[in-house]
C-alpha cells in the first residue's frame, strides 16, 4: 500500500469529489489522513491552511503546499506526532518535481501511500512539471474520465475568455475571469484554429 498514486484528467472529470470520497473510506474506518492542496492560487499568502472543494458540494480542510514546502519534512513531522494512514493531494499538477520525489520518499521510507489527483496537461496541452514528474515516477497511473460536448472522452482543457473563444497564449495558470472546457483532442484543436 505503501505507493504512490497519481490520479489525472482533463477539468471536470470530478477528481477532487473522488479524492473527498477516499479519504472519506479511511476516515469511516478510523484511520487518519491528511489532506493537501496547492497554495499556488487564489489563497491569502499568510493563510496557512486551505480548502479542497469539488463541484458536486464536498468539502474539507486542507494543508496547503507552496513550490518552497519540504513536504517530505512536513508529513515526517505530523506522522511523528499524529501518526497517519495516508496522505492526499490535489491540485498535485502544481507540486514541484522535487516535491514529487519528496512524495515518491514518503512512500518508501515512511510507508504511508501517496495519492495524488491532478491535471495532465495545461491549456496549451502541455504537460505541467508536477504531472510530468508523477507520470514518470509514480508507482500506479489511473485516468478520471470526463467527455467532450460531443460524447467523445476529453483529454485536453481549454481555457475560454469572457467571450467564449480560446485563449492560445499566456501564463500556464491565469486566475480570472477565464473559464476552463474539457474538450477531445479534435474540438480542442478546432477551439484553438488548428
Known amino acids: 500500500m505503501s505507493k504512490l498514486y497519481f490520479t489525472y484528467s482533463a477539468m471536470n472529470a470530478g477528481k477532487s469529489a473522488i479524492l473527498l470520497q477516499a479519504a472519506y473510506n479511511y476516515k469511516e474506518r478510523g484511520m487518519q489522513v491528511m489532506l493537501w492542496t496547492s497554495g499556488h492560487y487564489g489563497a491569502d499568502q499568510d493563510a496557512r491552511s486551505g480548502m479542497i472543494e469539488s463541484r458536486i458540494g464536498l468539502e474539507a480542510d486542507a494543508h496547503l503546499y507552496r513550490a518552497d514546502t519540504n513536504l517530505f519534512e512536513a508529513i515526517e513531522r505530523e506522522h511523528a506526532e499524529n501518526p497517519l494512514s495516508v496522505i492526499f ?92 472546457v474539457s474538450l477531445c483532442r479534435y474540438h480542442w484543436e478546432e477551439a484553438l484554429g488548428r
Open 89 to 180: 493531494f490535489d491540485e498535485a499538477q502544481f507540486l514541484t518535481k522535487d516535491q514529487v520525489w519528496q512524495l515518491a520518499r514518503v512512500g518508501d521510507k515512511l510507508k504511508l501511500p501517496v495519492l495524488c489527483y491532478g491535471l495532465r496537461t495545461d491549456f496549451q496541452g502541455e504537460l505541467f512539471e508536477g504531472s510530468a514528474a508523477l507520470l514518470a515516477i509514480a508507482d500506479h497511473l489511473r485516468e478520471a474520465r470526463t467527455i467532450c460536448h460531443c460524447g467523445k472522452k476529453a483529454i485536453m482543457t481549454a481555457r475560454l475568455d469572457e467571450n467564449g473563444k480560446a485563449i492560445k497564449s499566456g501564463e500556464q495558470v491565469s486566475v480570472g475571469k477565464e473559464v476552463y
